[in-house]
Structure formats: structure tokens, C-alpha cells
């Protein structure tokens, strides 16, 4: 049990790491260079790979192994490390954007291919729950890796040398996959398999309707589009509203890429400790309306533009808060996710679930994408009244759908007090 969530949680690190990178790191240096707000947000559009990878999410599923694309994908990640370590973002910001786009393309193959091997080799309620756990706290510390801790050192080691330690990394993990003996076992795909995986990914609109015959997806489409989206574009501006005001890049890069996204993993594992305690509905009306709140407070922080310490420890308040609540909400999304995957046939399950969490990573980065011109058209304040309007609209949504919708509990009860699916 412990050498498969060893397995799983270094597999969904090095996942992590192209996301940190360009969300955390990449927006800071680039500000601190003197690059536009829209120019920082449109580069959020090299995600596009994980919006797209369910086309080709049969295709893993069914031909060749799962070791054989994890060390496929591990490698080529290494290899483009070491071909971003070559450039510069302020002289070749074109070539640097093409590696993040390669980087992610891989990175979103890799993802398919470590779900499979999740829901293979996890077995029981027990294993499930500390997969799930793992799954999340281990992409988020390689996003506080990447993120936070290169970011607070990259003025000081330099860009190439950033990019070597990458590659030395994903190097590093692709010797261990290829050894791994939790995947000793794992047979070969018929040549078949693949042949109906490729006809599968030149006819999307079939796999479109069996997908969406699934019971409760078209609700959970709906909410997985929508229920980061005002959070996302206040993840997405407040540090850059800090950077101009109020922290230098070392100090952003220390209480927003590691202190705030260690409370998000706080939060991601005391999920896991709730849903066994109380029932998903009542948690989910309950986090959503504290997210909203906190939401409140931090657009009452835009108003102070005069740096202080008191103004500093407010903002770090507010970001910690923030984080925390949206490690919650994604650990409870993922298990609704999972819940529905559950209802399809055994022959889609993990087809089903990549296409769920392709539209949750679409729900997230159409609106980052547009937050920083946004904040160039209209300003900071107008955003945030939009930013809260959807926050507020996605807590309406929910609790909706935990009275009367889809996510109503049950009448029968267990003892343990929480509701039994």
C-alpha cells in the first residue's frame, strides 16, 4: 500500500510542476520585467493541452502500457527542461512560451496515464480516499516546488540554472517509473484496442453523447465550468496588485508560492477527514458561503495602497484563507467527480473521469486567462465586483443543488452520521 501511494504521489508531483511554474513563477518574473497584465494573462492559454486532452484520453487508455507512457512523457519533459535551460523569457519570450506548451502537452499525457494506474492499482474504499488525498497534496506540492520555492530563489540561481534542476528531476523519476515493480504485472493492449482507440479520438461526437449519457454529468459539466471562476480571477490578480503595491517578488514568492498554497494543502487533506464525518452536501454550502466571505474581505484590502506591515500581514491573511478554502472545495470536487464517474460503464470510467477533469481545468483558466485584461480595461475594483458575483453565483448553485438538485442527499442515514451514497 505505501510503495503505491509512494508511486502516485511522486507521479502527481512532477505533474504539478508545469502548472506551478506558469502561474506562480512565471507572472511575478515576468512583471517584475515590465510585461502588461494582458500580456502575463494570455499565457495562460499554453494550458490549452489539459482542455484538450480527453480527444486523445482513449487512446492512452487502450494502447500500450501505463509504464511505457509515464517514461515516455517523464523523458520528454526532462528534454524540454533542458532545452528551456538554453533561453532567455526577456530575449526569447516566443521560444520559452513553445517549451511551456510542450511541457504542458506532456504533462497532460502523463496525467492520463497516472489516473489509469491510480484506478488500477488502488483497490477498497480505504486505498481510493488516500489515493484521492495524494492525488491533490502531491500536485500542489510540486506547484508550491516550482511556484514558491524556485521562484524565491531564481533571482539568485538564475534561469538556466532553474531549468536544469527540472530536468535532473524529471530525469531522476523516469529511471524510478521504468523500475517501479508496482507496475510489474500490467499486460500489454491487443493491437485492436489501439485501432478502436484511434477511430474513437476521429469521432469525439460519439465518445461526446456516451459520455453524456452518464447519470449526473450534465450537472456536474455545469458546475465544474463555473465553480472556480470568480476565485480563480482573485488567485490570478491579488498578487499582481500586491507585486505593485505592497511586496517585492522574494516576498510574493514566500507567502503566496509556499505559505498560501501550504494552506491549500491543509485544506486539501482536512477534506478528506470531513467527508468522513459529515456528509458532502452539508460541506460543500458551508465552504462556499466562507468563500464568498472571504471574497468580501479581500476586495476591501484594494483600497489600501500605501504599504505597511499591518496592510502585509492582512493581505497574507487573506491569501492563506483563500487558499485553504479552495484546497477544500477541490478535494470535494474531485470526490463529486469521482461519484459520477462511478455511474458510467467500467469500459469510459477513465475516459469519463479525464473529460470531467478537462472541463474543471477549462473552468479555470477561461476566466484567469481574460482577469489581467480585465484589470487593464477597467481596474481592479470593477474586477472584483464581477470576481464576487461569481463567487456568489457558484455558492447559489451549490446550495440549489444540495437541497432540490443533484447533489440532494438521500433520506436513509447511517449512524455514523453522514449520509451513505
Request: proline fraction near 3%.
Amino acid at each position: 500500500m505505501n510503495d503505491k501511494l509512494v508511486f502516485l504521489g511522486l507521479l502527481y508531483f512532477i505533474q504539478g510542476i508545469p502548472y506551478g511554474l506558469q502561474s506562480s513563477l512565471l507572472p511575478v518574473y515576468l512583471r517584475g520585467a515590465g510585461q502588461s497584465l494582458t500580456r502575463i494573462s494570455l499565457t495562460k492559454a499554453l494550458f490549452f493541452p489539459w482542455v484538450i486532452k480527453v480527444l486523445w484520453a482513449p487512446l492512452v487508455d487502450r494502447a500500450g502500457t501505463k509504464r511505457r507512457w509515464l517514461v515516455g512523457t517523464v523523458t520528454g519533459l526532462a528534454l524540454t527542461c533542458v532545452a528551456c535551460a538554453s533561453l532567455s523569457p526577456d530575449m526569447q519570450f516566443t521560444g520559452v512560451c513553445w517549451g511551456l506548451l510542450a511541457m504542458n502537452v506532456l504533462a497532460s499525457v502523463q496525467d492520463i496515464a497516472a489516473d489509469g494506474a491510480a484506478v488500477r492499482l488502488l483497490r477498497g474504499q480505504g486505498e481510493l480516499g488516500l489515493g484521492n488525498t495524494v492525488q491533490v497534496v502531491g500536485y500542489k506540492a510540486g506547484s508550491v516546488f516550482a511556484g514558491g520555492g524556485l521562484l524565491a530563489v531564481i533571482d539568485t540561481a538564475g534561469w538556466g540554472w532553474m531549468f536544469g534542476l527540472l530536468a535532473c528531476v524529471y530525469g531522476g523519476v523516469s529511471l524510478f517509473v521504468w523500475g517501479a515493480p508496482v507496475l510489474d504485472g500490467e499486460l500489454t493492449k491487443p493491437v485492436g484496442e489501439g485501432r478502436r482507440a484511434s477511430k474513437d479520438i476521429l469521432r469525439p461526437w460519439k465518445v461526446w453523447r456516451k459520455l453524456m449519457s452518464v447519470p449526473g454529468t450534465p450537472w456536474t459539466v455545469l458546475y465544474v465550468l463555473t465553480y472556480k471562476l470568480g476565485e480563480q480571477g482573485a488567485i490570478s490578480m491579488f498578487p499582481l496588485f500586491l507585486l505593485d503595491h505592497h511586496m517585492t517578488s522574494r516576498e510574493l514568492g514566500f507567502w503566496n508560492g509556499i505559505i498560501a498554497m501550504g494552506f491549500s494543502i491543509a485544506g486539501s487533506s482536512l477534506a478528506g477527514l470531513l467527508l468522513s464525518q459529515h456528509s458532502i452536501g452539508l460541506l460543500m454550502r458551508r465552504v462556499f458561503v466562507m468563500r464568498t466571505v472571504g471574497m468580501i474581505f479581500q476586495s476591501t484590502l484594494l483600497t489600501v495602497l500605501e504599504p505597511s506591515p499591518l496592510m502585509k500581514g492582512m493581505s497574507v491573511l487573506s491569501l492563506s484563507a483563500q487558499h485553504f478554502l479552495g484546497g477544500l472545495i477541490t478535494t470535494l470536487t474531485f470526490t463529486i467527480m469521482m461519484h459520477c464517474t462511478q455511474r458510467a460503464e467500467e469500459s469510459i470510467q477513465s475516459t469519463h473521469y479525464s473529460f470531467l477533469a478537462t472541463l474543471e481545468v477549462l473552468g479555470k483558466l477561461s476566466f484567469s486567462t481574460l482577469a489581467g485584461g480585465l484589470v487593464d480595461w477597467v481596474g481592479y475594483a470593477i474586477a472584483y465586483l464581477l470576481f464576487f458575483a461569481l463567487s456568489a453565483a457558484s455558492a447559489l448553485q451549490v446550495w440549489r443543488a444540495t437541497t432540490i438538485g443533484a447533489l440532494k442527499e438521500p433520506t436513509t442515514s447511517t449512524g455514523t452520521g453522514h449520509t451513505e451514497k
